[in-house]
């Protein structure tokens, strides 16, 4: 079993940065694929970001390509979202997800609980 805790979103004026952190607790987080999705009042969850257990493995979503760096510390079992240049429309709630092995985040295993990102024009 794996527990997943978002912080770090807020409000922020555009072109302003936020750095999102995903707090782990469980076994092998080093197996795990990481990720972010999110979702904005009355659309779909979506891909945002993820990066392999071994860290190469990274993918970012075209919307936010050049302007968010994920990375993760298997030793903090942490994993966190660098978000630069934001944009109004980065506004929603930012969701950090694992899966278990694999390449992909596709149909995580694991949920948190969502950090709201809020982005004034």
């Known amino acids: 079993q794996v527990q997943l805790v978002e912080s770090g979103g807020g409000l922020v004026q555009a072109g302003g940065s936020l750095r999102l952190s995903c707090a782990a607790s469980g076994r092998n987080f080093g197996l795990y694929m990481m990720g972010w999705f999110r979702q904005a009042p009355g659309k779909e969850r979506d891909f945002v970001s993820h990066?392999?257990?071994?860290?190469?493995?990274?993918r970012y979503a075209d919307s936010m390509k050049g302007r968010v760096t994920i990375s993760r510390d298997n030793a903090k079992k942490t994993v966190y979202l660098q978000m630069n240049s934001l944009k109004p429309e980065d506004t929603a709630v930012y969701y950090c997800?694992?899966?278990?092995?694999?390449?992909?985040?596709?149909?995580?295993?694991?949920w948190g609980q969502g950090t709201q990102v809020t982005v004034s024009s």
């Open positions: 990066i392999g257990w071994s860290g190469p493995n990274t």
């Open positions: 997800a694992a899966k278990y092995g694999g390449t992909s985040l596709v149909n995580p295993d694991y």
